[in-house]
Protein backbone atom coordinates (compact mmCIF):
# COMPACT_ATOMS: atom_id res chain seq x y z
CA UNK A 1 0.00 0.00 0.00
CA UNK A 2 1.28 3.55 -1.08
CA UNK A 3 2.27 5.46 2.12
CA UNK A 4 0.70 8.68 0.70
CA UNK A 5 -2.79 6.81 1.01
CA UNK A 6 -2.65 6.06 4.61
CA UNK A 7 -3.90 9.96 5.69
CA UNK A 8 -7.13 9.34 3.29
CA UNK A 9 -7.55 5.88 4.55
CA UNK A 10 -7.22 6.75 8.50
CA UNK A 11 -9.40 10.49 7.80
CA UNK A 12 -12.47 7.90 6.08
CA UNK A 13 -11.96 5.06 8.59
CA UNK A 14 -12.63 8.16 11.42
CA UNK A 15 -15.14 9.99 9.29
CA UNK A 16 -17.28 6.44 8.87
CA UNK A 17 -17.03 5.56 12.54
CA UNK A 18 -17.69 8.80 13.65
CA UNK A 19 -20.82 9.30 11.43
CA UNK A 20 -21.99 5.92 12.16
CA UNK A 21 -21.96 5.81 16.16
CA UNK A 22 -23.55 9.74 16.46
CA UNK A 23 -26.40 9.06 13.40
CA UNK A 24 -27.52 5.38 15.03
CA UNK A 25 -27.83 6.93 18.57
CA UNK A 26 -29.25 9.80 17.20
CA UNK A 27 -31.68 8.17 14.85
CA UNK A 28 -31.77 4.35 15.24
CA UNK A 29 -29.76 1.77 13.36
CA UNK A 30 -31.59 1.77 9.64
CA UNK A 31 -31.85 5.44 9.60
CA UNK A 32 -28.88 5.82 11.19
CA UNK A 33 -27.07 3.98 8.85
CA UNK A 34 -28.49 5.43 5.64
CA UNK A 35 -27.69 9.08 7.09
CA UNK A 36 -24.41 8.55 8.46
CA UNK A 37 -23.55 7.03 4.77
CA UNK A 38 -24.68 11.04 3.04
CA UNK A 39 -22.71 12.24 5.98
CA UNK A 40 -19.32 9.87 5.44
CA UNK A 41 -19.51 10.46 1.13
CA UNK A 42 -19.94 14.49 1.86
CA UNK A 43 -17.02 14.53 4.08
CA UNK A 44 -14.62 12.37 2.08
CA UNK A 45 -15.75 14.41 -1.02
CA UNK A 46 -14.72 17.66 0.85
CA UNK A 47 -10.99 15.72 1.81
CA UNK A 48 -10.49 14.98 -1.96
CA UNK A 49 -11.18 18.78 -2.79
CA UNK A 50 -8.55 19.88 0.34
CA UNK A 51 -5.98 16.84 2.01
CA UNK A 52 -5.24 19.27 4.79
CA UNK A 53 -8.21 17.90 6.32
CA UNK A 54 -6.48 14.82 6.43
CA UNK A 55 -4.24 16.13 9.25
CA UNK A 56 -6.90 16.83 11.43
CA UNK A 57 -7.67 16.04 15.27
CA UNK A 58 -10.54 13.05 15.18
CA UNK A 59 -12.78 14.91 17.84
CA UNK A 60 -13.02 18.11 15.77
CA UNK A 61 -13.95 16.26 12.80
CA UNK A 62 -16.43 14.35 14.98
CA UNK A 63 -17.42 17.46 15.74
CA UNK A 64 -18.33 18.95 12.25
CA UNK A 65 -19.78 15.57 11.21
CA UNK A 66 -22.12 16.20 14.49
CA UNK A 67 -23.12 19.21 13.33
CA UNK A 68 -23.86 18.56 10.02
CA UNK A 69 -25.56 15.32 11.28
CA UNK A 70 -27.60 17.42 13.87
CA UNK A 71 -28.26 20.54 10.71
CA UNK A 72 -28.56 18.69 7.60
CA UNK A 73 -25.67 20.98 5.92
CA UNK A 74 -23.75 19.17 4.13
CA UNK A 75 -19.67 19.62 2.82
CA UNK A 76 -17.87 19.15 -0.25
CA UNK A 77 -19.37 19.26 -3.83
CA UNK A 78 -19.22 22.74 -6.24
CA UNK A 79 -22.24 24.72 -3.96
CA UNK A 80 -21.74 23.22 -0.54
CA UNK A 81 -24.03 24.20 2.69
CA UNK A 82 -20.96 24.62 4.79
CA UNK A 83 -17.09 24.84 4.76
CA UNK A 84 -15.03 22.76 6.20
CA UNK A 85 -11.60 24.66 7.20
CA UNK A 86 -8.22 22.99 9.08
CA UNK A 87 -7.23 25.50 11.64
CA UNK A 88 -3.60 23.84 12.66
CA UNK A 89 -4.94 20.65 13.39
CA UNK A 90 -8.55 21.54 14.43
CA UNK A 91 -11.54 21.27 11.81
CA UNK A 92 -13.89 24.88 11.70
CA UNK A 93 -17.71 23.86 10.16
CA UNK A 94 -18.58 27.23 8.76
CA UNK A 95 -22.36 27.60 7.46
CA UNK A 96 -22.00 29.35 3.51
CA UNK A 97 -24.72 31.71 2.88
CA UNK A 98 -26.68 28.55 1.17
CA UNK A 99 -26.82 26.45 4.84
CA UNK A 100 -28.52 29.63 6.20
CA UNK A 101 -31.71 29.85 2.99
CA UNK A 102 -31.80 26.04 3.79
CA UNK A 103 -32.73 26.62 7.56
CA UNK A 104 -34.98 29.31 6.86
CA UNK A 105 -36.71 27.34 4.70
CA UNK A 106 -37.54 24.81 7.16
CA UNK A 107 -39.58 27.87 8.91
CA UNK A 108 -41.67 28.70 5.49
CA UNK A 109 -39.72 31.47 4.86
CA UNK A 110 -38.49 31.72 1.57
CA UNK A 111 -35.70 34.06 1.37
CA UNK A 112 -32.96 35.12 -1.81
CA UNK A 113 -29.68 36.49 -1.35
CA UNK A 114 -28.30 38.33 -4.68
CA UNK A 115 -24.85 40.19 -4.92
CA UNK A 116 -25.15 43.73 -6.95
CA UNK A 117 -22.17 44.66 -9.04
CA UNK A 118 -20.67 47.81 -9.95
CA UNK A 119 -22.31 49.58 -13.68
CA UNK A 120 -25.58 47.03 -13.02
CA UNK A 121 -29.22 48.79 -12.87
CA UNK A 122 -30.07 48.99 -9.26
CA UNK A 123 -32.68 51.33 -7.43
CA UNK A 124 -33.83 51.36 -4.00
CA UNK A 125 -37.73 53.06 -3.16
CA UNK A 126 -38.42 53.88 -0.02
CA UNK A 127 -41.57 54.79 1.46
CA UNK A 128 -45.07 53.50 1.70
CA UNK A 129 -44.44 50.92 -1.32
CA UNK A 130 -40.90 49.82 -0.74
CA UNK A 131 -39.32 48.31 -4.03
CA UNK A 132 -36.00 47.43 -5.36
CA UNK A 133 -35.22 47.09 -9.14
CA UNK A 134 -32.06 45.05 -10.24
CA UNK A 135 -30.92 44.66 -13.29
CA UNK A 136 -27.83 41.94 -13.30
CA UNK A 137 -25.41 41.64 -16.22
CA UNK A 138 -24.56 38.66 -16.82
CA UNK A 139 -21.35 39.53 -18.42
CA UNK A 140 -19.76 40.87 -15.10
CA UNK A 141 -17.25 38.57 -12.98
CA UNK A 142 -18.24 38.51 -9.48
CA UNK A 143 -15.39 39.41 -7.72
CA UNK A 144 -14.42 41.75 -4.49
CA UNK A 145 -13.17 44.24 -6.60
CA UNK A 146 -16.59 44.60 -9.00
CA UNK A 147 -18.74 44.03 -5.82
CA UNK A 148 -21.17 47.11 -4.76
CA UNK A 149 -23.52 45.82 -2.28
CA UNK A 150 -25.80 42.86 -1.42
CA UNK A 151 -29.47 42.33 -0.64
CA UNK A 152 -31.61 39.48 0.76
CA UNK A 153 -35.69 39.25 0.16
CA UNK A 154 -37.49 37.52 2.66
CA UNK A 155 -41.18 36.31 1.65
CA UNK A 156 -43.07 34.82 4.63
CA UNK A 157 -45.59 32.23 5.28
CA UNK A 158 -48.37 34.87 6.29
CA UNK A 159 -47.69 36.60 2.32
CA UNK A 160 -45.81 39.51 3.35
CA UNK A 161 -42.25 40.16 2.44
CA UNK A 162 -39.27 42.59 3.07
CA UNK A 163 -36.15 43.18 2.24
CA UNK A 164 -32.54 44.30 3.56
CA UNK A 165 -29.60 46.28 1.77
CA UNK A 166 -26.06 45.63 2.56
CA UNK A 167 -23.03 48.34 1.59
CA UNK A 168 -19.80 47.07 0.40
CA UNK A 169 -18.29 49.32 3.09
CA UNK A 170 -20.40 47.99 5.77
CA UNK A 171 -20.04 44.05 4.79
CA UNK A 172 -16.00 45.52 4.56
CA UNK A 173 -16.24 46.06 8.32
CA UNK A 174 -18.03 43.07 8.92
CA UNK A 175 -14.56 41.46 7.35
CA UNK A 176 -11.99 43.39 8.66
CA UNK A 177 -13.35 42.08 12.08
CA UNK A 178 -12.88 39.00 11.48
CA UNK A 179 -10.94 36.61 13.81
CA UNK A 180 -10.18 34.14 10.25
CA UNK A 181 -9.49 37.60 8.25
CA UNK A 182 -7.20 39.01 11.02
CA UNK A 183 -5.59 35.70 11.19
CA UNK A 184 -4.85 34.84 7.50
CA UNK A 185 -6.99 37.03 4.95
CA UNK A 186 -5.76 34.97 1.95
CA UNK A 187 -6.96 31.41 3.15
CA UNK A 188 -9.91 32.45 5.61
CA UNK A 189 -13.35 32.24 4.58
CA UNK A 190 -13.11 35.60 3.15
CA UNK A 191 -10.20 35.27 1.02
CA UNK A 192 -11.40 32.30 -0.51
CA UNK A 193 -14.84 32.82 -0.97
CA UNK A 194 -15.11 37.02 -0.63
CA UNK A 195 -18.32 36.99 -2.71
CA UNK A 196 -20.50 34.26 -0.82
CA UNK A 197 -19.14 36.08 2.58
CA UNK A 198 -20.71 38.80 1.23
CA UNK A 199 -24.06 37.17 0.46
CA UNK A 200 -23.71 35.67 4.17
CA UNK A 201 -23.25 38.22 5.80
CA UNK A 202 -26.58 39.78 3.98
Known sequence: ???GNVPALRFKSVVEDKATDFLQ???GTDAGQEAAGKVALAFRSAAQANDKL???DPASVAQAIALSAMTGLMPG????D???LP???QLQWFVSHRGYLKLMSRTGTRIRARFVLEGETFKVEE???PNIVHVPDLDLEPTWDTLKAVYVVANYPDGNSDFVIVRKK???KRRNNSDAWKRNSTKSPWGQWPVEMALKTG
Request: net charge negative; charged share 10%; aromatic share 8%.
Open 25 to 27: TML
Open 1 to 3: MAT
Open 127 to 129: GLN
Open 82 to 84: VYL
Open 77 to 80: GPLP
Open 54 to 56: YGC
Open 170 to 172: DIE
Open 87 to 89: RGN
